[in-house]
Each structure stands twice: as structure tokens, then as C-alpha cells.
């Protein structure tokens, strides 16, 4: 293993967790940052089958229930996955993120974050890897594939994946908040623009967080207009097949469903929406996605 790790660039340590039932966790060093995240395997030769790497969404965790249960749920039909913990900027992060802690984090990172444990999984030999990503880290997984054309992706599953207008920003944000976005990107950009990215702004209402401290840098790239912010446009540069997850009583995603039927060709781009299920396809509706990605990856 040590030689493997030494050609793959990456600090390893492993600390078995669970046994019995095959779970492990997993941590890599990236960046100066300890990356951790949960591995779940099906049987002792699991690097031959397909192994899911699956993101999380906005400011949670690998271990957040719905990817607990989709790995529980994939494990069953003989399905490996690994659920990494984005960072976001912190070491060895854990948990939901805590709004009072200063945000230095992009919405981008995580394209690297991925990167790094696909090139942890490549070093245990791991040979067929699909990306699995829900809300914001749907988004996220789908910019790599569309990033990295080249990298061995052979499936992109985007599980109720970030959809994204200016219009909806903006009044996301006014609502959310009871103020105008623009004057705080102004803000945001004033800094940016004399090479002052790094400084923070404080107070300031960022993402989910009211009255926090986050880096100018980190503000423009979770707010400022960016038409990659909207999942769907990205479907079209992506070479390996996609699966999108919708779920009828979604009230965070809007339009998703929509923006994907004119491409669904029911060959590269699929698109399934559960009845019934909202934003976190709570109860049975994990069991209904695990079956479309068993199918998917069978098929491959």
C-alpha cells in the first residue's frame, strides 16, 4: 500500500471503524488540510466492482443521513461508495459546518477535493469510479466531470442537484436575509479587485449564515453571478452517462426538472422523479435511487 500511495502523491491514513460491516474511515492529506470520509465496501474485492464517490451539499457532512442511507442502500445491492467531507478550509472537518466560524472556503474547492480522492481510490486499485452528488454538491460533481473530460468517471449520478437564475439569487437573498445582494458583492468586489481577496468581511450574511465572517473571495464565489451555478447547463460537457434525481415535493431545487427533460434521451442523460419525495429523499425514496444506480452502473 505505501509504495501505491507514494506514486499516487497522497499522505494516507486509514482507521477501520466497523468491521462487520465493511465501513472504514478514510483520510487524506491535501493541501496542508486532513480530508476524511466514509468508505463503505462490498466484500473483500471491492476494488474490482464500481465504487460511488459521493458530495455532500451546502455546509454538511459525509456522514449527514441521506449518505448514510444511499450508502446503506448501495451497499445492500453490492455497491462500494465512498462519502467524503468537503473541507471547506478546515482540518479534519466533522459535522455540519458552524456558521460562527470564519468562511475562507469556495464554492470550487471541492473540484479539488474530488480530484484528490479519485486519485485515492485509483491507488487502491479502484479501476471504475461514479460520481454521486446531492444539492450543492451535485453541482459540484458535475463541474469536475465537465472539467476533467478525461478522468475516469464512468457515470455522473446528480441526486436533486443545484439549479441557479441571478433573478432567483437575488431574491433568494432579500428573503433570506432582508437585504440587497448587490451591495455586499460591491463590497466583495472593491476587495477583490485591489488584491485584498483574502480579507474578510464582517459582518456579513453568507449562504445560510446570517451576520458571519467570510473572505471577499469566499462571498463573490458563492453569490456572484455564475451561470455554472445552474447544473443543468453543465449536462452538455459531460462524456459519461448521467443519471438526475428529482424529487416531485422538492421545495429547495427549482426548475430542475424542467431544465433536464429536453435532454433526457433516455440513453447519456437520464432523469427519474420520484413521487412524493422532497429535497432529501428521506424514508424509502433512498432505496428507489440506489435501484436507478444499480441499474445505471449494470449497465455500463
Same mark, same amino acid.
Given at each position: 500500500?505505501?509504495?501505491?500511495? *507514494?506514486? #499516487?502523491?497522497?499522505?494516507?491514513?486509514?482507521? /477501520? +471503524?466497523? =468491521?462487520?460491516? @465493511? #465501513?472504514?474511515?478514510?483520510?487524506?492529506?491535501?493541501?496542508?488540510?486532513?480530508?476524511?470520509?466514509?468508505?463503505?465496501?462490498? =466484500?473483500?474485492?471491492?476494488?474490482?466492482?464500481?465504487?460511488?464517490?459521493?458530495?455532500?451539499?451546502?455546509?454538511?457532512?459525509?456522514?449527514?443521513?441521506?449518505?448514510?442511507?444511499?450508502?446503506?442502500?448501495? %451497499?445492500?445491492? @453490492?455497491?462500494?461508495?465512498?462519502?467524503?467531507?468537503?473541507? /471547506? =478550509?478546515?482540518?479534519?472537518?466533522? @459535522?455540519?459546518?458552524?456558521?460562527?466560524?470564519?468562511?475562507?472556503? *469556495?464554492?470550487?474547492?471541492?473540484?479539488?477535493?474530488?480530484?484528490?480522492?479519485?486519485?485515492? /481510490?485509483?491507488?487502491?486499485?479502484?479501476?471504475?469510479?461514479?460520481?454521486?452528488?446531492?444539492?450543492? =454538491?451535485?453541482?459540484?460533481?458535475?463541474?469536475? +466531470?465537465?472539467?476533467?473530460? @478525461?478522468?475516469?468517471?464512468?457515470?455522473?449520478?446528480?441526486?436533486?442537484?443545484?439549479?441557479?437564475?441571478? #433573478?432567483? +439569487?437575488? %431574491?433568494?437573498?432579500?428573503?433570506?436575509?432582508?437585504?440587497?445582494?448587490?451591495?455586499?458583492?460591491?463590497?466583495?468586489?472593491?476587495?477583490?479587485?485591489?488584491?485584498?481577496?483574502?480579507?474578510?468581511?464582517?459582518?456579513?450574511?453568507?449562504?445560510?449564515?446570517?451576520?458571519?465572517?467570510?473572505?471577499?473571495?469566499?462571498?463573490?464565489?458563492?453569490?456572484?453571478?455564475?451561470? *455554472?451555478?445552474?447544473?443543468?447547463?453543465?449536462?452538455?460537457? $459531460?462524456?459519461?452517462?448521467?443519471?438526475?434525481?428529482?424529487?416531485?415535493?422538492?421545495?429547495?431545487?427549482?426548475?430542475?426538472?424542467? +431544465?433536464?427533460?429536453?435532454?433526457?434521451?433516455?440513453?447519456?442523460?437520464?432523469? $427519474?422523479?420520484?413521487?412524493?419525495?422532497?429535497?432529501?429523499?428521506?424514508?424509502?425514496?433512498?432505496?428507489? $435511487?440506489?435501484?436507478?444506480?444499480?441499474?445505471?452502473?449494470?449497465?455500463?
Amino acid at each position: 500500500m505505501t509504495d501505491r500511495l *507514494r506514486r #499516487a502523491g497522497l499522505a494516507l491514513a486509514i482507521a /477501520l +471503524a466497523a =468491521g462487520s460491516t @465493511g #465501513a472504514e474511515e478514510v483520510t487524506l492529506s491535501y493541501r496542508g488540510l486532513t480530508l476524511n470520509g466514509n468508505l463503505e465496501t462490498a =466484500g473483500t474485492e471491492w476494488q474490482q466492482g464500481p465504487v460511488v464517490l459521493m458530495t455532500h451539499g451546502t455546509l454538511a457532512h459525509g456522514g449527514m443521513e441521506i449518505m448514510q442511507t444511499l450508502q446503506s442502500a448501495l %451497499q445492500e445491492r @453490492g455497491i462500494s461508495s465512498l462519502s467524503m467531507t468537503l473541507s /471547506l =478550509g478546515l482540518d479534519n472537518r466533522r @459535522g455540519m459546518y458552524d456558521c460562527a466560524v470564519p468562511h475562507t472556503h *469556495r464554492h470550487t474547492d471541492a473540484v479539488g477535493e474530488i480530484d484528490a480522492w479519485l486519485g485515492w /481510490l485509483q491507488s487502491q486499485g479502484v479501476e471504475e469510479v461514479a460520481l454521486l452528488g446531492h444539492s450543492r =454538491g451535485g453541482n459540484q460533481s458535475a463541474r469536475f +466531470a465537465a472539467e476533467h473530460p @478525461g478522468a475516469p468517471v464512468s457515470a455522473v449520478i446528480l441526486v436533486a442537484p443545484q439549479t441557479w437564475s441571478e #433573478a432567483a +439569487a437575488v %431574491q433568494d437573498y432579500d428573503k433570506r436575509f432582508s437585504k440587497a445582494l448587490e451591495p455586499q458583492l460591491e463590497r466583495a468586489r472593491v476587495l477583490d479587485t485591489e488584491g485584498r481577496g483574502a480579507e474578510m468581511l464582517k459582518p456579513v450574511d453568507f449562504i445560510y449564515c446570517a451576520e458571519t465572517s467570510a473572505t471577499a473571495a469566499a462571498f463573490l464565489s458563492y453569490h456572484a453571478p455564475d451561470p *455554472r451555478m445552474d447544473t443543468p447547463r453543465l449536462i452538455p460537457d $459531460i462524456k459519461a452517462p448521467v443519471l438526475v434525481v428529482a424529487g416531485s415535493e422538492d421545495d429547495v431545487i427549482e426548475g430542475l426538472v424542467e +431544465a433536464v427533460q429536453p435532454m433526457a434521451d433516455g440513453e447519456r442523460v437520464n432523469l $427519474i422523479v420520484l413521487d412524493g419525495a422532497e429535497h432529501f429523499f428521506r424514508d424509502l425514496y433512498a432505496e428507489e $435511487i440506489a435501484d436507478a444506480v444499480q441499474t445505471l452502473l449494470d449497465d455500463e
